[in-house]
């Protein structure tokens, strides 16, 4: 019998490779899990971060933020770094390291100055901070945020949209209204600080045009305003219409400072790039074309990186610019070859969110949704005395499921966000899907191995980010990472490896057990050649030693690590991994109580033909011969989104009807509808024709991976550090090994497994 080691998959997650042949170093199924362990930061696989929540002093969580960033100032003489948000088109600061989020509103805010409905963008510059949002302009002065040394502190406007300047004409960046259109809406959403200048751009009626005030002339103030290119001394410059540079070709999504002293346009279908400033070097000032077949995801799709680079997610995947590039094309797309079908499924426009893999198979807890319903494999687990369980029960978790749409977007469009890691020295890759949250899954780019990892949010309150920030680490203070969506704020901190999302220290025991992590990484396939079969005697795991720990009254109530084994006929059968494929499970049957043979005091009657009906009456749900459970399969593999349709048992089909998955018979009964419009089909749906047997009614969970063919077997639990040989005697064509787990933190240091050749396949054709 040979012992064979395994490699562990540092080259990260792969969704291109065939089954059989997964590329060394990597693994098609994981979730959660990243080459930074979250103990003390080696290199090695383990568990993400949970997340923690940063709420107000009295447990209350702060919604509705639509910008967060941060800002340094001398205070006193001491230059201190503060953190600053808008929430409900208010504008607050407030202390980034505090173990509460107490902010102060800034003052001259007695009616909101910004809307609060849409995205904010913002940027210091100097003792400032900008902002706008498509309607407004304003400024917060930091040097005096609460109005205590003049009346003009706190949030003021920006500039005039009309009159002031003592000439009757607009001032600051309202210049730019005459190209823009001055209704609502019409204004920039775009900015950014590029040196002594503040850019502009993302106009709603004139979406290729930009502007730049002049050099320190970010005000408003007559004669020179800093916006007006005919007056300045040095000169506003701008892409108009007569301008310096003219209009782009394409609408301009994002606007950064790249390289030495550039300033990059990221639009829908091209990026262009102004290579110097023209107050400084008017001669060698032009726009360069660096591509025109590559276009950016969104305006916060694009993130600094080391060195002067820059990360750029475009509709294709992950794109790396470096600061001397003066031009790039899909040879700079760092994710190709590896998650190619996987952007291909995103929707960054409208309508609908393609795919519906969950990224992680093999193991009875990661192939659970979320509502711990499992997908159809046959599965064999240990119980908590560690005795067989053929005949596993999944559980119903609640778990709450925001609909709304992010800031204006249509449903079921992505809003795509990245964010260096300097912790981890990473890109965070946010990919939220508006009007279905719970449906967001994240990717974790890895610098030091160049490898992705699928990452989902488990807190019913941030499944989908639409802000986020770093504030860095000090001597005595160290890195936080927020996320911020429209129900609150949550902190992702180095040093806090928990096992939860969302974490406090008074959750319930369903809360704890609704958020914990789940996590699992398949290492494999192990595969025989053809035509032979394998027989997996041994399998061994050395975990690290450190121990999680949870505060002394916190009832900790995650599990242990979990070995398990799935196995097929094929690599693909035993991941379990199908295209076009779903699988429906029930939640919870109908049972009607007969109770004993004595008549109830209070009769209640069931409609049996010639018997008096009560009102309202309670009729028993006789249904069908069959029921909807099972597999289902895409009737027209031409199809893509809500307009696919999908066979399932007998006369069953799941569509899209009136914004909604339904579940029919004959294409006519509604017998389950989903209880969270979106237009994924996965989730939970409710009867609609059992109402009134039961006080809970009948549920059905549709899950996006089909493991009807797959056999998953538990192995065994883990414990930290080296790990006694797991012995087992399962035989099979292809079988892959996960580690999974749920709440408890772990990572590996190496592993290996004992198989033997045991002779030809069963079967044949």
């Not at 035989?731 to 002779?759: C, H, K, L």
Request: proline share 5%.
């Amino acid at each position: 019998m040979t012992q064979i080691p395994f490699q562990l998959p540092f080259k990260g997650f792969t969704e291109q490779s065939q089954f059989s042949a997964v590329p060394q170093g990597m693994t098609p199924s994981c979730i959660n899990v990243m080459p930074v362990d979250v103990f003390n930061g080696r290199l090695r696989i383990g568990t993400r971060n949970g997340t923690k929540k940063w709420t107000d002093s009295e447990g209350n969580d702060i919604d509705n933020v639509q910008f967060i960033g941060s800002y340094r100032i001398y205070e006193s003489g001491t230059l201190i770094e503060r953190i600053i948000i808008v929430r409900n088109g208010r504008v607050f600061f407030g202390d980034p390291q505090g173990t509460t989020a107490t902010f102060t509103q800034m003052s001259n805010q007695a009616a909101p100055k910004l809307r609060s409905d849409v995205a904010v963008e913002g940027v210091q510059f100097n003792e400032h901070f900008f902002f706008v949002d498509g309607d407004n302009y304003i400024v917060a002065h930091l040097h005096d945020p609460t109005g205590v040394s003049t009346t003009t502190a706190g949030v003021t406007l920006w500039g005039h949209s009309s009159g002031g300047g003592g000439g009757g004409a607009a001032t600051g960046p309202y210049h730019t209204d005459a190209i823009g259109g001055t209704s609502a809406g019409q204004r920039a959403t775009v900015i950014c600080r590029w040196g002594a200048r503040i850019v502009l751009a993302g106009y709603k009626n004139a979406p290729t045009i930009w502007f730049a005030c002049a050099p320190d002339m970010t005000f408003g103030h007559a004669p020179n305003d800093g916006w007006d290119a005919s007056t300045e001394r040095i000169g506003a410059i701008g892409g108009s219409t007569g301008g310096d540079f003219g209009t782009l070709g394409d609408p301009i999504i994002a606007i950064f400072p790249f390289g030495q002293t550039g300033l990059m346009f990221a639009c829908t279908n091209s990026f262009e790039f102004l290579t110097t400033d023209p107050a400084f070097d008017q001669a060698n000032a032009q726009i360069v074309t660096l591509t025109k077949s590559i276009g950016i995801a969104g305006r916060r799709a694009w993130c600094f990186g080391q060195e002067k680079s820059a990360y750029i997610l475009a509709k294709d995947g992950l794109y790396l610019l470096s600061p001397n590039d003066f031009n790039f094309n899909r040879g700079n797309r760092v994710s190709s070859g590896r998650l190619d079908s996987f952007f291909l499924r995103l929707d960054f426009g409208s309508p609908a969110t393609g795919g519906s893999s969950n990224l992680a198979g093999g193991t009875l807890r990661s192939i659970a949704s979320p509502f711990g319903e499992g997908t159809g494999a046959t599965a064999t687990i240990l119980d908590v005395d560690k005795n067989i369980n053929t005949a596993p029960v999944g559980l119903s978790i609640e778990a709450e499921v925001a609909a709304a749409a992010f800031f204006g977007i249509d449903t079921g469009e992505i809003w795509p966000i990245l964010h260096w890691d300097p912790d981890r020295e990473g890109v965070w890759i946010f990919l939220s899907v508006s009007g279905s949250s719970s449906s967001s899954l994240h990717l974790y780019y890895d610098a030091k191995t160049d490898s992705f990892w699928p990452q989902r949010f488990s807190d019913p309150l941030m499944f989908a980010p639409l802000s986020v920030m770093y504030i860095g680490e000090s001597r005595t203070k160290s890195g936080r990472f927020f996320l911020c969506s429209e129900d609150s704020i949550v902190i992702m901190d180095k040093s806090f490896p928990v096992g939860i999302d969302g974490w406090r220290i008074n959750m319930t025991n369903s809360e704890q057990a609704a958020q914990w992590i789940r996590n699992s990484l398949s290492l494999g396939p192990i595969i025989a050649p053809l035509p032979q079969r394998l027989m997996l005697n041994e399998i061994r795991i050395d975990l690290a030693e450190d121990q999680y720990e949870v505060p002394n009254d916190f009832e900790d109530l995650s599990t242990a690590p979990i070995v398990t084994v799935s196995t097929g006929d094929t690599a693909q059968a035993a991941i379990g991994l199908k295209t076009d494929v779903l699988f429906i499970g029930n939640i919870r049957e109908t049972t009607v109580d007969g109770e004993d043979a004595t008549q109830p005091v209070t009769v209640d009657l069931y409609d049996g033909g010639s018997a008096s009906t009560t009102s309202p009456p309670n009729l028993i749900d006789g249904r069908f011969g069959t029921r909807p459970f099972g597999e289902y399969t895409k009737a027209d593999p031409f199809t893509s989104g809500t307009s696919s349709v999908y066979d399932g048992p007998s006369d069953y089909t799941l569509v899209f009807e009136s914004s909604v998955w339904r579940i029919k018979w004959q294409n006519t009964q509604v017998e389950y509808e989903q209880d969270s419009p979106s237009s994924n089909p996965n989730g939970q749906y409710t009867t609609q024709i059992d109402v009134p047997v039961n006080d809970e009614p009948d549920g059905a969970l549709v899950s996006g991976a089909s493991f009807s063919s797959a056999e998953v077997i538990e192995v065994g639990t883990l414990v930290v550090g080296r790990n006694e040989a797991i012995k087992t005697r399962i035989r099979s064509e292809a079988m892959y090994i996960t580690i999974a787990s749920d709440g408890r933190p772990w990572s590996i240091e190496r592993a290996s497994v004992q198989v033997a050749q045991v002779g030809k396949s069963r079967g044949a054709t």
